[in-house]
DNA sequence: CGCCGCATTGACTGCATTCAAAAAAAGTGG
DNA sequence: CCACTTTTTTTGAATGCAGTCAATGCGGCG
């Protein structure tokens, strides 16, 4: 159940296979609330389990200096720590933003299931190249975009993602972030952050009201944002090789 | 021979077992040079084979804009287009720094010899797995990061990544990027860039010249940088959980 | 020798940051 | 449910860091 919306993008993107499928929907998964800004796990933790987004936001940073750097952001259906199956510690923190639910597999369960099923480590295995296309794609925001192209760039990749597990409806859906997480996002300050929401909210292109953001003109928003979002690997146009 | 390299900074990081290795050395690999700035693949592109840096630079970029935003550098024994064995296109460019020698190897050889050894599958993706921890250090160094801690960082990595396959010698390197690279790399100006090198000369702290960095001062560079070596998971400490 | 790409420096400009303070909204406990 | 506290958003004003523009110097290569 918890492996659903993974599943459903999945089978949108690549046609998951009815083995793995089920394959996936046998694992035990514990799951569990974690409150606004609790702390999942810690830079150096050596990782005992695996996560998967229920529901909610996750958000990875780290600390530079007296910047709180906010790296990647996850929604339901990810599964923000796949790196622990390779690498022993981790190099980031992991915090909830808002309440959010995550389901835990144990990660001596999921490597014996990635063992006896080469396709599915596979498929982990795309997970973890596609989520580092986002973080190339995330560079370029916080390096080459400007502040409105850079805010605009992330409410589009939400907006997608979100898209693609179902939770847009009427151009519309939740976000629990604040301005001070666009900032710590995007490396604008949060004034700026806030003056530059108020310039998109301006030329209509968007609202932000009540933790809800409305594209008003998702077209417009994407221009401003230069977003083609053929680097999240989403449609059926980009299957593997195999 | 070609994946000497890359079979060496593994056998340090996690012990390579001799299986494996052997099994690297049975690719057939063709090799090819590139000249300085001669594009190897673009966005949007399908690729046919899989490559392997021999000796050079690569380095990944989007164009955003007017800007041409580099998203990652590559050195001997890395592979930068692993991407290409589970996504179809490409999302960004790679071009050669300088002149370099490659080595291709085609996608169906390299899937099959996979498929047959699902521990070397796993090595490839522990190498995408750190490439993404790499993407992320990227994005704090041109998000939180000032000019002279991004740059010296960037100047600290590349010394890591050089050190671990045996390209560092007597404190120094060869590194064929201009001052317009570093800028497209830092998301800085071209002009603000060669002031901060200036900056880091003065403090003694590097030299750079004929293309060669001579570290003057690592411990003082990785203080200016806040350069923590663990997320290039170099070392025989952080072995995976297998 | 001359050309061209790259590095270097100065002067000016401007955008984003910082500081500060008020308004609005959200959360908390009686 | 209301009063109180805390967090978040919003705005203004002043500052400063880094960008742009432009000119010169340097060095390698044909």
Known sequence: MPTTLFARRLREAIGLSPEDHGALKSLRVTERTIGNRELLCREGDVARHCTV???????????????????????SGDFPDLQTLQLRTLDHNI?????????????????????????????????????????????????????????AHLICELAARLEAVGMVQDDSFQIPLTQQDIANASGISA????????????????????????????????????????????????????
Chains 1, 2 share one sequence.
């Open 95 to 151: 915090i909830s933003i808002g309440r959010s639910r995550i389901g835990q597999i144990s990660i001596s369960e999921l490597q014996g299931l990635l063992d006896a099923r080469p396709s599915l480590a596979h498929v982990f295995w795309r997970e973890t190249l596609i989520e580092a296309a986002i973080f190339r794609e995330w560079v370029c925001n916080v390096a080459a975009r400007d502040a409105s192209g850079n805010i």
């Open 53 to 75: 987004v229920i529901s909610g936001f996750l958000a990875k940073y780290k600390i530079i200096g007296d910047r709180e750097q906010i790296l990647a952001l996850h929604v």
């Open 191 to 242: 004034v700026h952050v806030n003056r530059t929401l108020r310039d998109l909210r301006n030329r209509n292109l968007m609202s932000w009201e009540n933790r809800t953001i409305r594209l008003l003109d998702f077209d417009g928003l994407k221009k401003v944002a230069d977003f083609h979002p053929d680097y999240l690997h989403l449609g059926l146009r980009d299957r593997p090789h195999r």
